[in-house]
């Protein structure tokens, strides 16, 4: 099978992605973080295929999408004001929440943990795709698993275009990086920085928020310190480059900014004008394109960890870390 793309505008696209989902089907579709493959979150059997097609670890739960807040009480358990804030205030949006589940969801979903991380997505074709569908769609990023996550249609079609049926192509996602997970579960604890800054959480909840550190014996296999890899080595530089190292490697180079850093191979530069925005959104699309040119190594500047900058250096610590 090889996947179609067709246009997330096309309403025709979206009826046949629908009844692709209602008949337990996987559809690949756009999200302002991310691209989604997307399963009926109440059909157990759609969601194992999503795990098989990802090859994915069955202890790793998925992400449920819901078309508004008001779906919140069809998966999970809302009795705290906290979310009820927090969904006014950053939903539509790049924000997980991780909450009591409802005994209802199949296990696979939650891979049997009493929570769900539940979000509300803001790219209006992901939103009407699930009212389409209707059903909530348990979808993780749209990429085999650990390698970096899609962020265009083009993308998806190339690491899964034989195991999915539809992929709806809503452009390049706005964000780039995927949703910031917060657990509500217990003492609320971000379990994945992300698209979503971290102060603006702080300043909702009005306290600090503590942020889980990497392990391997994860809560949130985002959590895992190999993930979002490239298949080139790639290490973390302390300071902007000021030239290739001296050698026969081949070295890409990952630039926050405009670079003059002679002697690379190849240089991606994330932000040409210099908004950490433009650099999150930027980040998997620019990785992507230096693994695929076959270099030896590939360094990557820093950025300020503050706003965005905390998400970007986290996909960038894992993707540098060293397998165990
Ligand atoms: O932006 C995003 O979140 C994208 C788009 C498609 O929505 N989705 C995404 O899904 O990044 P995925 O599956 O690649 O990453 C979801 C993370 C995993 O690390 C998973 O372990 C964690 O969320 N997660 C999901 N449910 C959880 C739960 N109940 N408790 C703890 N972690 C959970
Ligand atoms: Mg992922």
């Not at 990802?54 to 819901?66: E, G, T």
């Amino acid at each position: 099978m090889t996947a179609r793309i067709r246009p997330a505008t096309d309403l025709i696209a979206l009826a046949d992605a629908a009844a692709v989902l209602q008949r337990g089907g996987l559809v690949a579709f756009p999200t302002e973080t991310v691209y989604g493959l997307g399963a009926d979150a109440f059909d157990a059997r759609a969601v194992a295929r999503v795990f098989e097609v990802k090859a994915r670890p069955s202890f790793d739960p998925l992400i449920v999408h819901l078309a508004e807040a008001a779906s919140l009480d069809w998966v999970a358990v809302a009795d705290d004001a906290r979310i009820e804030a927090l969904a006014a205030r950053f939903w539509p949006g790049p924000l997980t929440l991780v909450l009591r589940r409802r005994p209802e969801l199949p296990d696979i979903v939650t891979a049997g943990l009493d929570t769900v991380g539940v979000r509300v997505p803001a790219h209006p074709a992901a939103r009407a795709l699930i009212a389409a569908a209707g059903t909530p769609l348990a979808a993780p990023s749209a990429n085999p698993f650990g390698y970096v996550s899609p962020t265009t249609a083009a993308h998806v079609a190339e690491l899964l275009g034989d195991a999915v049926e539809l992929v709806l192509d809503g452009g390049p996602c706005r964000v780039g990086l995927e949703s910031t997970i917060l657990s509500l579960a217990g003492d609320p604890v971000i379990l994945r920085p992300g698209g979503l800054p971290r102060e603006a959480l702080e300043d909702a909840l009005g306290t600090r928020l503590a942020v889980a550190a990497p392990s391997d014996r994860p809560l949130a296999p985002g959590q895992l310190q190999r993930h979002y890899a490239t298949r080139t080595p790639l290490a973390i530089l302390d300071q902007k480059a000021k030239a290739a190292p001296a050698g026969r490697e081949r070295v890409g180079l990952l630039a926050q900014g405009p670079t003059h850093a002679p002697g690379f191979a190849a240089v991606e530069v994330l932000a040409p004008d210099g908004a950490v925005e433009t650099a999150a959104a930027r980040l998997f699309a620019a990785l992507r394109r230096l693994d695929a040119m076959g270099l030896d190594r590939i360094l990557a500047e820093p950025c300020a960890e503050t706003g965005l900058g905390h998400a970007i250096m986290d996909r960038l610590r894992r993707a540098a870390a060293r397998e165990a």
